[in-house]
């Protein structure tokens, strides 16, 4: 698994802070997480949730919302609204970049917020809630105690959560105008509640609200003994294993083909969905990433094109030795192949037959180890350019391209 820091736009203007968290090879699918109020990407929901669905196959993308955690902006500008913005925001930012999210969860207000950015996403196939609130208005009740002052100077600071946060009355009047019922009913998607009856912040009865609102394929899950911010690891852990399958039940089936084992002799390159060249190559029960540095607009997930035929090459070299020395009875202890590949100037190449422009040269430094003697070595290095490899680089090569056969 690699987890990257990324920053994108989000609604407003300001840079937001995130977190990509990819798995091995191709992702069954891509994740947004949205999480709690004034929470931020690194809680321990957030991130034990976002690296568990990571280590079952999928890319989580969680940030931190306007003027939350490391992201930019005034948290006193932000609303529900808002939120349901920067949602969408992530959801274009992933679209452009990877994939566009196919799952969307929310924790707490963050649940709220991904049942109503659903419509807005039309990627998205499933959402699943943990601990939600019915209704965002449900949140107030964290600001009652500066809910006069809110309402007579229009804002007031309060602490949240240990941190100071000045709350202005648009936010109250937003969440008070969110119509949540007719966004769930009209979900059109799989819909997964997790709640514990144990939740002492939202109560369980928010998660009967949301599954009477919602139609079906509606599904509910009771996280016995849980708190409200999934603090115990195991409580996370569930929940993404829990996730993960209910999920694969709902997006499509195209990664999970990608993921099968490949047919004997036959290499299959696809498109991981991960940056801009990544692709995951299978080799019959191997499998393994290919991709540019980042120098050259890449993500450096796995090596290049040229990496891999040198590593062709250079495999080939040591197997081939290897097999002529155990032929022979030669007391070749261990080979070590370098290689490097570049262009040069044809006129700087005396044994080759082009004479102009450039082409490619492909240096070989082979390290052979044991009681040999020169006569012994000398033979090496010129059985080396013997290995079928070599051989089929300095060969007339045949490529016959077609376009595959298209499903029905």
């Not at 911010?229 to 209910?246: F, G, I, M, P, S």
């Given at each position: 698994?690699?987890?990257?820091a990324?920053?994108?736009?989000g ?11 990819r ?12 999480h ?24 989580v993308l ?17 609303s ?8 969408v ?20 207000l ?125 409580d996370a ?5 829990v ?11 195209e ?55 040198l590593?062709g ?59 040999l ?18 051989r089929?680089?300095?060969?007339e ?12």
């Amino acid at each position: 698994m690699t987890s990257s820091a990324e920053q994108f736009p989000g609604a407003g203007g300001s840079l937001l802070a995130a977190r990509l968290e990819r798995p091995e090879g191709t992702p069954r699918a891509h994740a947004l997480f949205a999480h709690c109020f004034t929470c931020s990407k690194d809680t321990l929901a957030a991130a034990r949730v976002s690296a568990a669905l990571a280590a079952a196959g999928f890319a989580v993308l969680r940030f931190d919302f306007t003027g939350l955690g490391g992201s930019a902006g005034d948290f006193a500008n932000t609303s529900f609204s808002s939120n349901i913005a920067d949602l969408v925001a992530a959801a274009d930012w992933l679209r452009a970049r990877h994939a566009a999210p196919q799952l969307l969860v929310g924790h707490s207000l963050g649940g709220a917020a991904v049942l109503a950015a659903a419509a807005r996403i039309p990627e998205s196939l499933a959402v699943a809630t943990i601990g939600a609130p019915f209704d965002p208005a449900h949140v107030a009740q964290l600001i009652a105690p500066a809910r006069a002052e809110i309402e007579a100077a229009g804002e007031a600071e309060m602490e949240l959560a240990g941190r100071r946060f000045r709350v202005r009355k648009q936010f109250l009047d937003d969440i008070a105008a969110q119509p949540q019922r007719e966004a769930i009913a009209g979900l059109r998607r799989a819909l997964l509640v997790f709640h514990s009856p144990a939740d002492t912040t939202v109560a369980i009865s928010n998660a009967a609200e949301i599954y009477a609102a919602a139609k079906h394929p509606k599904s509910f899950v009771s996280l016995d003994r849980a708190d409200h911010l999934l603090t115990r690891k195991e409580d996370a852990a569930y929940v993404a294993t829990v996730l993960a399958a209910w999920a694969s039940r709902y997006l499509p089936g195209e990664a999970t083909a990608a993921r099968r084992p490949g047919a004997p002799g036959v290499v299959r390159v696809t498109e991981a969905g991960t940056g801009r060249f990544a692709q995951e190559i299978v080799v019959g029960r191997h499998r393994l990433m290919a991709d540019e540095p980042a120098a050259l607009g890449g993500e450096d997930l796995g090596p290049s094109p040229y990496d891999l035929l040198l590593a062709g090459l250079g495999a080939c070299t040591a197997m081939t030795l290897r097999m002529y020395a155990t032929h022979k009875k030669l007391p070749l202890e261990k080979v070590s192949v370098e290689l490097k590949h570049g262009k040069i100037h044809a006129e700087d190449c005396a044994s080759c037959e082009t004479k102009e422009g450039k082409i490619d040269r492909i240096e070989r430094s082979i390290d052979i180890a044991g009681a040999l003697d020169e006569a012994e070595r000398k033979r090496l290095l010129e059985i080396a350019d013997r290995c079928p490899v070599h051989r089929t680089l300095h060969s007339e090569v045949s490529i016959e391209t077609r376009e595959a056969a298209r499903k029905a």
